[in-house]
T-cell receptor, first 114, second 112 residues
Framework: DAGVTQSPTHLIKTRGQQVTLRCSPK?????VSWYQQALGQGPQFIFQ???????QRGNFPDRFSGHQFPNYSSELNVNALLLGDSALYLC?????????????FGPGTRLLVL | SQQGEEDPQALSIQEGENATMNCSYKTSINNLQWYRQNSGRGLVHLIL?????REKHSGRLRVTLDTSKKSSSLLITASRAADTASYFCATDPLSGYSTLTFGKGTMLLVSP
């Protein structure tokens, strides 16, 4: 049973560019959440997708957008990259039912913006 | 924004010793979870404790939760060099959807 997978593992971009990160959830999970982790900090919630819709969003600008596909996989898009967007981007999956259950994290994508 | 605050920020112990990390938070929660992170990679889930639970065990891990004080502690007994990692507490809010708010973490170094 594969866990949460993310691609790519590393990415280098320049300011102003756009980037797309991908996530495949754990088998049986239908909810995907994205987190940004700056160096030396804890992860910060970006947004959560369920049934192909963004159902909750953290304090991030509109430059951050996402998508969830019918197979529950998800993409995170960041436009007009800033140096401050350099971070580890983590995807977490869970079951979106009424009970609150463990969120399982992928290995992350490390983004460096130059 | 960070809700939880872990204490201490860093902890250095010898193999075989116990390690205790504390977490404080600000709002009402449904549950609190502890995660481990090695070398800035993905987070590994350790344990989940619900707001109506006071203590939970998993192998060498013991977690306590005091909702009146809005605090939790993680105890790792008989630590090993492989326990060297950063440890984060994350709170799941009482209302709304299940989204986690993390603290800044405790960096644990276990020396052989």
């Amino acid at each position: 049973d594969a866990g949460v997978t993310q691609s790519p593992t590393h990415l280098i971009k320049t300011r102003g560019q756009q980037v797309t990160l991908r996530c495949s959830p754990k088998s049986g999970h239908d909810t995907v959440s994205w987190y940004q982790q700056a160096l030396g900090q804890g992860p910060q919630f970006i947004f959560q997708y369920y049934e192909e819709e963004e159902r909750q969003r953290g304090n991030f600008p509109d430059r951050f957008s996402g998508h969830q596909f019918p197979n529950y996989s998800s993409e995170l898009n960041v436009n007009a990259l800033l140096l401050g967007d350099s971070a580890l981007y983590l995807c977490a999956s869970s079951r979106g039912g009424r009970t609150r259950e463990t969120q399982y994290f992928g290995p992350g994508t490390r983004l460096l913006v130059l | 924004s960070q809700q939880g605050e872990e204490d201490p920020q860093a902890l250095s112990i010898q193999e075989g010793e116990n390690a205790t990390m504390n977490c404080s938070y600000k709002t009402s929660i449904n549950n609190l979870q502890w995660y481990r992170q090695n070398s800035g990679r993905g987070l590994v889930h350790l344990i989940l404790i619900r707001s109506n639970e006071r203590e939970k065990h998993s192998g060498r891990l013991r977690v306590t939760l005091d909702t009146s004080k809005k605090s939790s502690s993680l105890l790792i007994t008989a630590s090993r060099a492989a326990d060297t990692a950063s440890y984060f507490c994350a709170t799941d809010p009482l209302s709304g959807y299940s989204t986690l708010t993390f603290g800044k973490g405790t960096m644990l170094l276990v020396s052989p």
